[in-house]
């Protein structure tokens, strides 16, 4: 009996959990298809006549759609080089001992440590010193920065849970130490990578204040471009909703297609 309530009590926990997260999803997706009377409405409505208009003003503005591209394209460069440069550092940190191995990890970790907002001004010189102000380029660098140490985090403790005896192996077969990489640990720790892969995707994507300080027009992002919508005198929530739902839509789509990967990069390396 206590086991069985047991059970309904951590269920019912989970539910509300779930519900809790996803209600800001639902709300704003329902907000996109909602006219401004609606989204305003006091109590809330909940039913309602679903409108496309919202979508068709952002899609009618260029901007917007320039915009989601930007993100598109930083996000992905971003992704993809956090993982080629992170990937073979923490096969190195999990495998190898070496001199200032500590300090180097104790690096790459209080990377993390740092609050965006002190580094903004000076970042925003160095960019205009270097002019680089308003590119692709300054905003790759920048999240990479941040980037790399989540992926050598990740994978290095991805890399150190696949037995020593695989490589040992490999070894005594004659592999070299790039084939042992390529062929052992990037197919073994492909969990971990793409779980990296994730969050640097994520965490490109969305990011907002240095978007918001390195890019003007020509490489103005998706987060910047939803906070462009307000005024002084006018909150047009519903515009401001449907480019929220586009925002989340690619990041949605990428996590559904690694999501097989996700469970098992964040759990391997978690007991021994």
């Known amino acids: 009996m206590s086991t069985t309530l047991?059970?309904?009590?951590?269920?019912?926990?989970?539910?509300?959990?779930?519900c809790?997260?996803?209600f800001p999803f639902y709300w704003m997706?329902?907000?996109?298809?909602?006219?401004?009377?609606?989204?305003?409405?006091?109590?809330?409505?909940?039913?309602?006549?679903?409108?496309?208009?919202?979508?068709?003003?952002?899609f009618a503005d260029e901007k917007v759609f320039g915009a989601i591209v930007n993100s598109?394209?930083?996000?992905?460069?971003t992704t993809a080089l956090s993982v080629l440069l992170g990937a073979p550092a923490a096969y190195a940190l999990a495998r190898f001992e070496f001199r200032g191995k500590s300090d180097l990890w104790f690096w790459f970790i209080s990377?993390?440590?740092?609050?965006?907002?002190?580094l903004a001004l000076p970042v925003y010189l160095l960019a205009v010193q270097l002019r680089m102000l308003d590119t692709y380029l300054v905003l790759v660098l920048i999240y990479l920065t941040f980037n790399l140490p989540i992926v050598v985090w990740i994978c290095t403790d991805q890399f150190r849970s696949i037995p020593s005896e695989i490589e040992?192996?490999?070894?005594?077969?004659?592999?070299?130490?790039?084939?042992?990489?390529?062929?052992?640990?990037?197919?073994l720790g492909l969990p971990g990578i793409a779980v990296s892969?994730?969050?640097?995707?994520?965490?490109?994507?969305?990011?907002?204040?240095?978007?918001?300080?390195?890019?003007?027009?020509?490489?103005?992002?998706a987060p910047?471009?939803?906070?462009?919508?307000?005024?002084?005198?006018?909150?047009?929530?519903?515009?401001?909703?449907?480019t929220g739902t586009l925002i989340v839509l690619p990041v949605t789509i990428f996590a559904l297609l690694v999501s097989r990967h996700m469970v098992r990069g964040l759990t391997m390396g978690a007991t021994k």
């Open 111 to 118: 990377n993390r440590m740092i609050s965006p907002i002190v």
């Open 224 to 242: 910047v471009m939803a906070t462009s919508f307000m005024s002084g005198y006018e909150l047009p929530w519903g515009k401001i909703m449907a």
């Open 72 to 77: 598109l394209i930083v996000a992905t460069l």
């Open 29 to 58: 997706v329902s907000s996109s298809f909602k006219d401004q009377a609606d989204i305003l409405a006091s109590p809330p409505v909940w039913f309602f006549t679903p409108t496309l208009a919202n979508y068709a003003d952002i």
């Open 168 to 187: 040992q192996a490999a070894r005594l077969d004659g592999a070299d130490q790039f084939t042992i990489f390529r062929k052992i640990y990037v197919p």
């Open 6 to 18: 047991g059970r309904i009590s951590h269920g019912a926990g989970l539910i509300l959990v779930l």
């Open 197 to 221: 892969a994730i969050f640097s995707f994520i965490f490109s994507w969305n990011e907002l204040l240095y978007a918001l300080v390195l890019t003007r027009r020509s490489v103005q992002t």
């Open 20 to 22: 809790f997260t996803l």
